[in-house]
T-cell receptor
Framework: NAGVTQTPKFQVLKTGQSMTLQCAQDMNHNSMYWYRQDPGMGLRLIYYSASEGTTDKGEVPNGYNVSRLNKREFSLRLESAAPSQTSVYFC???????????????FGNGTRLTVT | AQSVTQLDSQVPVFEEAPVELRCNYSSSVSVYLFWYVQYPNQGLQLLLKYLSGSTLVKGINGFEAEFNKSQTSFHLRKPSVHISDTAEYFCAVIRRGGYQKVTFGTGTKLQVIP
């Protein structure tokens, strides 16, 4: 079972470069999320997509854009990378996001991004 | 809005000793509570969750947690830890009803010493 797959696993960018982080899930989940993880700060939500065709900002959206390409795929784009975006990025999905909000999150293994 | 506080950033414990990882939350409404575990270089995995009913919740790998509404706590416990329990543990909360975003604590690194 693949679950949530993220690519690439590692990436090094120079300041000002752009890149897209890819995420796909095979669990037929409705909702997908992008988090960043920084030491001592836990996970912070960047963007989420409650269902196919919708996206919304999370806690720390500045400098990022997202696309919910279809039900399976949710990509995160850095248009002009900055050193402050050095982090570990996690994609997650959950079954549903509406009334019963108790669906647990399923995470990918992360993308480790360094911006120099 | 809700918040989650994990009081200890690191907890060292000897193998086969018991451990408790503390989590307190703040919310003006009822919540669902979760514990996730993150092994090195991996994503988070669900350890256990409290939705309703019995306040003592059992999860995978011998972990359990107790929901205490009066103290707004959801502490994670294991009676005897193993080397393989070395990981980072995250407490998370989400408000009941409607679409809500999960709020995570800052994590507690459990280091099991042989």
């Amino acid at each position: 079972n693949a679950g949530v797959t993220q690519t690439p696993k590692f990436q090094v960018l120079k300041t000002g470069q752009s890149m897209t982080l890819q995420c796909a899930q095979d669990m037929n989940h409705n909702s997908m999320y992008w988090y960043r993880q920084d030491p001592g700060m836990g996970l912070r939500l960047i963007y989420y997509s409650a269902s196919e065709g919708t996206t919304d900002k999370g806690e720390v959206p500045n400098g990022y854009n997202v696309s919910r390409l279809n039900k399976r795929e949710f990509s995160l784009r850095l248009e002009s990378a900055a050193p402050s975006q050095t982090s570990v990025y996690f994609c997650a999905s959950s079954e549903r996001a509406e009334e019963s909000s108790n669906s647990p999150l399923h995470f990918g293994n992360g993308t480790r991004l360094t911006v120099t | 809005a809700q918040s989650v506080t994990q009081l200890d950033s690191q907890v060292p414990v000897f193998e086969e000793a018991p451990v408790e990882l503390r989590c307190n939350y703040s919310s003006s409404v009822s919540v669902y509570l979760f514990w996730y575990v993150q092994y090195p270089n991996q994503g988070l995995q669900l350890l256990l969750k409290y939705l309703s009913g019995s306040t003592l919740v059992k999860g995978i790998n011998g972990f359990e947690a107790e929901f205490n509404k009066s103290q707004t706590s959801f502490h994670l416990r294991k009676p005897s830890v193993h080397i393989s329990d070395t990981a980072e543990y995250f407490c998370a909360v989400i408000r009941r009803g409607g679409y809500q975003k999960v709020t995570f604590g800052t994590g507690t690194k459990l280091q099991v010493i042989p």
